[in-house]
């Protein structure tokens, strides 16, 4: 039975895309792993970006969000570590009492940070790009003056959540185990990732605050006349985002990692928002494009980890290993510049509302 | 915000005398609005450095001396040959760049992909240092090795602007993309093809053995003045960006399609040639920002090689109000921090990414107009009308 594959590998050129197929499947449960953890983060950006837009706000002030929880995640989880002492890790998770800690002060940072992102853009009506551009300078400031300062210290760890370990009756199951292993093999905040995709993808189309939210971003002035108080729905929808991109940032530097780097987020923010746009704004293809960019990601650490063979691995050998680097923001812009024309935002996102007054 | 009306000469003193006070207002306010926010963001960022002073090694929580100390060494760190010097090597690119950022505002665009622009401006304008300047003298190297640095620049900055006018994708999603992109392309030149031959580790030529030296030694030892004469190329552009966007056709066009895309259409412009031109226009000052700093200061690329400047001409551009001259001064003045800061973080211990987060509380109270709210609160106090006319409020609004 080997001989068709091994004729069609030889194949001049044709036969490399029949080695690059070959090679995807023998990579691919690692790769759907990596892909699926990578995309966490993107998803949750890319919620929040959802809710803001769909309530009319534009935030692109998730990436300085994600930073400046990343930060707080760690640095409290260090702080507690250090009075509390790391403590049992309970037997779900790797969950310690030091990390809830930083888990809730990196939500509770993150819901602070997009209030002022909201009362900028909702109260001061100032220009809602350049608004989430200054909170962007700020947390990139800010954490990096406090790492700097921090970090002559030598702060240890508070360690970080551990992934969910797939029963081996459920990952040895024939045609779907590799995948629903690869799936589920997260750690806590990546699982309950999948789970708010469905959640906000019901509320946001099934419930009293998503057509409250949708009517918002698409015309405020109409919600306002049958009783929506426009302002304030913005301003909670606002807030309530922050703690999904602090949910991602928190990813960053206790789920993936157990320590904080300048500038972490790495542009994460921003891919969120672009996979909101090509998911047309649901929550549910917020997720599917950002699985898509992940799988950049998840093909070039798999090229890293284990090289393909044969002809293939001599002409990959060839390209740099900075384009594997870059490809996840080449496919980003290529994807977001093919969609743009069908994907349409809502009618009055980044309009400032100002009520009528009542005289 | 009109200065000098004709028609206001010829009525009674006092309506002339509240008109005089209206256009020293006009010409006061852009200049008011700015440094307030300065000084209001030197306070809190006192009160961030006192709160967070007993994470400094050697000092006590909440040292009061600490941010006097700290701005003390800023201030030296400025004043001093040296500090001017390198004031100056700070300024060239953030003036470069905050004329292309302001650019973009100007028509209505958002630039954030000064970082890679600058990036690849420098890759170009090295390129040529290692080809053409081993056989060629600086006559030739020098100006070649800019208008590459230009030249990769406005190509950089081409990407997004064609991107937008062709899809519609907003610039500000593909120039934050391009800028990861970039730095891994200037990655990959660095310990690629710029790389030196015969090096340990990767490395690129240096500028001043490859005739592209910008760096002016006035004077000797000591006393020496060093700086990168690549400002004179700065100083040079703002009055040629200024006539470009007031005085030319290009520039009205770019004016109006930032105040209104739709008007501008209707009346018959190419809004989207305008963005892919504004676009290139702004790539390429500040790939003359990266090639300036390249030749001029730094002269030489290990990997790792990055910039602030891309986003400190963000800064830049908003203090300035998207003004040529008030870019001039705000590029100035952020140098003169950045300059400073370095003192600063040798003699008070404070770290040097402060300047970061004072930007950012700056633009806080700048775009949220500060002083206005300010005065109004404390006329509406004395329960005199608001200190502000209509005019000046316009003006102080919208900054793009």
């Given amino acids: 039975m080997n001989g068709l594959p091994q004729a069609l590998d030889a194949l001049p050129i044709l036969g490399l895309l029949f080695q690059f197929l070959g090679y995807m499947l023998a990579n691919l449960g690692y790769m759907s792993q990596t892909t699926v953890a990578v995309a966490v983060p993107i998803t949750l950006a890319a919620l929040c970006g959802v809710m803001c837009e769909r309530s009319g706000v534009v935030n692109i002030g998730i990436e300085g969000i994600m930073l400046t929880a990343a930060f707080t995640g760690w640095i409290v989880g260090v702080a507690a570590a250090g009075i509390l002492g790391a403590g049992i890790p309970l037997p779900f998770f790797g969950v310690t009492l030091p990390l809830l800690i930083g888990l809730a002060a990196a939500i509770l940072v993150g819901m602070a940070v997009a209030l002022l992102h909201a009362w900028l853009a909702i109260s001061m009506r100032v220009d809602q790009i350049i608004a989430g551009t200054i909170i962007n300078i700020g947390a990139t400031g800010i954490t990096g003056y406090l790492y700097t300062l921090i970090a002559s210290q030598a702060p240890t760890s508070a360690g970080s959540f551990a992934q969910y370990k797939v029963p081996d009756q459920v990952a040895d199951l024939p045609v779907v185990g590799w995948l629903i292993n690869?799936?589920?093999?997260?750690?806590?905040?990546?699982?309950?990732?999948?789970?708010?995709?469905?959640?906000?993808?019901?509320?946001?189309?099934?419930?009293?605050?998503?057509?409250?939210?949708?009517?918002?971003?698409?015309?405020?002035?109409?919600?306002?006349?049958?009783?929506?108080?426009?302002?304030?729905l913005r301003y909670k929808n606002v807030v309530m985002s922050g703690a999904l991109a602090a949910l991602g940032g928190a990813w960053l530097s206790m789920e993936q990692t157990n320590g904080f780097n300048a500038d972490m987020s790495a542009g994460r923010g921003f891919i969120g928002l672009a996979a909101m746009i090509v998911g047309r704004w649901t929550p549910l293809g917020a997720f599917g494009a950002a699985l898509l960019f992940a799988s950049a990601t998840g093909l070039s650490t798999s090229l890293t980890i284990s090289p393909p063979t044969g002809d293939l691995g001599q002409l990959m050998a060839h390209v740099p290993g900075e384009f594997w680097e870059a490809l996840p923001y080449i496919i980003t812009i290529v994807v977001l510049a093919g969609v743009i024309g069908r994907s349409i935002a809502p009618a009055a996102d980044g309009q400032p509302y100002e009520r009528e007054s009542a005289t | 915000m009109g200065v000098n009306r004709p028609d206001t000469i010829q009525r009674p003193p006092a309506r002339a005398r509240k008109a005089i006070g209206g256009a020293v207002r006009a010409v006061a306010q852009p200049i008011a609005e700015p440094v307030f926010a300065i000084l209001l963001a030197l306070l809190v960022g006192a009160v961030g450095i006192t709160l967070c002073s007993g994470l400094l090694a050697g000092h006590k929580n909440f040292d009061v001396g600490l941010p006097v100390a700290a701005y003390r060494a800023l201030l030296e760190g400025v004043a001093s040959p040296s500090g001017i010097g390198s004031t100056l090597d700070y300024s060239t690119p953030l003036i470069l760049a905050g004329l292309g950022v302001g650019l973009g505002f100007k028509a209505g665009l958002f630039n954030i992909g000064g970082r890679g622009q600058?990036?690849?401006?420098?890759?170009?304008?090295?390129?040529?240092?290692?080809?053409?300047?081993?056989?060629?003298?600086?006559?030739?190297?020098?100006?070649?090795?800019?208008?590459?640095?230009?030249?990769?620049?406005?190509?950089?900055?081409?990407?997004?602007?064609?991107?937008?006018?062709?899809?519609?994708?907003?610039?500000?999603?593909?120039?934050?993309?391009?800028n990861y992109v970039f730095v891994f392309v200037t990655y990959w030149a660095i310990s690629g093809p710029l790389s030196l031959p015969n090096a340990h580790q990767p490395i690129t030529a240096d500028v001043t053995d490859r005739n592209a030296n910008l760096q002016v030694v006035l004077g000797s030892g000591s006393h020496a003045f060093v700086f990168n004469s690549g400002i004179l190329l700065a100083l040079a552009a703002v009055p040629i960006i200024w006539f470009l966007l007031y005085r030319t056709t290009l520039g009205f066009e770019i004016r109006s399609a930032g105040a209104n895309p739709d008007a501008a259409r209707y009346g018959g412009m190419k809004t989207n040639r305008l963005i892919v031109l504004t676009m290139s226009l702004a790539g390429l000052m500040c790939g003359l920002a990266g090639a300036t700093t390249l030749m001029g200061v730094v002269h030489q690329m290990a990997p790792g090689y990055d910039t602030t400047v891309g986003f400190d001409a963000i800064t830049v551009a908003l203090l300035g109000r998207s003004n040529p001259v008030g870019i001039l001064f705000s590029g100035l003045l952020l140098g003169a921090m950045r300059a400073g800061s370095q003192t600063m973080q040798i003699q008070a211990g404070v770290p040097a990414e402060l300047v970061d987060a004072l930007q950012a509380i700056i633009l806080v109270f700048l775009v949220v107009n500060?002083?206005?709210?300010?005065?109004?609160?404390?006329?509406?106090?004395?329960?005199?009308?608001?200190?502000?006319?209509?005019?000046?409020?316009?003006?102080?609004?919208?900054?793009?």
């Fill in chain 2, 370 to 400: 500060a002083l206005r709210r300010w005065l109004d609160r404390r006329a509406a106090r004395r329960g005199s009308t608001p200190s502000v006319d209509a005019d000046a409020a316009q003006a102080a609004e919208g900054v793009a």
């Fill in chain 1, 182 to 232: 690869a799936v589920l093999s997260q750690g806590p905040i990546g699982l309950s990732t999948i789970v708010i995709v469905i959640f906000l993808q019901v509320m946001l189309f099934r419930s009293r605050w998503g057509l409250r939210t949708r009517a918002a971003g698409e015309h405020p002035r109409a919600a306002e006349t049958v009783g929506i108080d426009v302002i304030r």
């Fill in chain 2, 118 to 178: 600058f990036l690849f401006g420098t890759v170009g304008a090295m390129a040529v240092a290692t080809t053409v300047g081993v056989s060629q003298n600086e006559i030739i190297t020098i100006p070649l090795a800019l208008l590459a640095g230009a030249a990769f620049g406005a190509s950089a900055g081409f990407i997004p602007g064609f991107l937008k006018a062709t899809s519609g994708a907003h610039e500000v999603v593909t120039t934050i993309m391009l």
